[in-house]
């Protein structure tokens, strides 16, 4: 199939490769053109703009940083408004407020276009091996008729309901693992203080009820003071604004959300913004006077 990919970053690259893997013809573009080039040396063809990229396809995937940028390549100028032809889809499988997605989904519906918001989780390991966790929103159909190239990018497609659904499932994942991380960076900072090894901690804990993939994936990380991303700080900060605007708007009040990210914003305000969200661990040491490790 000829597809369209547009957003070419960390999480986009691999994304892309995969579909080419998978025997694609894929059209390609970005701002940034290193980005453009990583994904042409590997079989993609480059397009001049997203407007050029959705003249040719049937089907346009975007993977963009937040709601602004989805909304620019979507509705603005030289975007894909401008360039699709009436009945192609447009998956967007960037991270962002599920009203935006739903803003974006009538003006697409209006041209003839048919949208789905599908969001992933897994990060960029998972982008590379294709076994990304996707989580979709929009007409069931259109998701039924997509799932076979979503399924080469991702392990799971779970359909989770109408257009935005995608988006406030990833908003309650984001939830769970800044706070999981919070809670992790809290526990390694008190053992480390009470002259316990926190290795030691992760060791005993690991298989009990306190486990868990985020736990994993992240306490090594803080424990060898490495904190090289993985997902960003500053991403991490626009996922859990878009998760507090969206509880507003519905009358979920999230007050450990709120915490979490007021400590991220500590976070990005000392200059870490670009380091992996499990430099939580940072603010626990700013605070304690202690680092969990190295
Ligand atoms: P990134 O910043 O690395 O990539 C975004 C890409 O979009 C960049 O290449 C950028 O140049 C491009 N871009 C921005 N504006 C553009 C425009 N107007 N036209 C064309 N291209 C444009 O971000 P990422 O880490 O790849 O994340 C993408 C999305 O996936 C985000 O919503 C993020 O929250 C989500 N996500 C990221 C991870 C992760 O671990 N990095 C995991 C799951 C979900």
Do not use: W
Not at 81 to 101: K, Q, T, V
Not at 148 to 156: A, E
Not at 183 to 207: R, S
């Amino acid at each position: 199939m000829k597809i369209g990919f547009i957003g070419l970053g960390i999480m986009g690259k691999p994304m892309a490769k995969n579909l080419l893997k998978a025997g694609h013809e894929l059209l390609v573009f970005d701002v940034v053109q290193a980005n453009i080039d990583e994904v042409t040396a590997a079989g993609a063809k480059a397009a001049a703009s997203s407007a050029d990229v959705a003249s040719q396809v049937p089907v346009i995937i975007t993977m963009l940083p937040n709601s602004p940028h989805v909304k620019t390549v979507v509705l603005g100028e030289k975007g894909v408004l401008e360039g699709a032809r009436p009945g192609a889809i447009l998956i967007d499988m960037s991270s962002i407020a599920p009203l935006a997605s739903q803003e974006i989904e009538k003006a697409c519906a209006a041209r003839g276009i048919k949208m789905i918001d599908a969001p992933v989780s897994g990060g960029e390991p998972k982008a590379i091996d294709g076994t990304l966790a996707i989580m979709v929103g929009g007409d069931r159909q259109v998701f039924e008729e997509v799932k076979p190239v979503l399924l080469q990018m991702g392990s799971t497609a779970v359909y989770c309901g109408t257009i935005g659904a995608g988006n406030t499932t990833k908003l309650a994942n984001q939830i769970i693992v800044g706070l999981n991380i919070a809670a992790a960076a809290e526990a390694f900072t008190l053992v480390k203080k009470a002259g316990v090894d926190p290795q030691l901690v992760f060791e005993a804990i690991k298989a009990g009820l306190a486990g868990s993939t985020v736990l994993n994936a992240k306490a090594p990380m803080m424990i060898g003071g490495n904190f090289k991303p993985g997902f960003k700080i500053d991403l991490h900060i626009k996922d859990l604004a878009n998760a507090l605007d969206t509880g507003h708007g519905v009358g979920a009040p999230l007050p450990l959300t709120a915490l979490v990210r007021e400590m991220m914003e500590t976070l990005h305000t000392d200059g870490f913004g670009q380091d992996d969200h499990s430099a939580l661990a940072k603010y626990y040491a700013k605070v304690s006077g202690t680092k969990i490790g190295k």
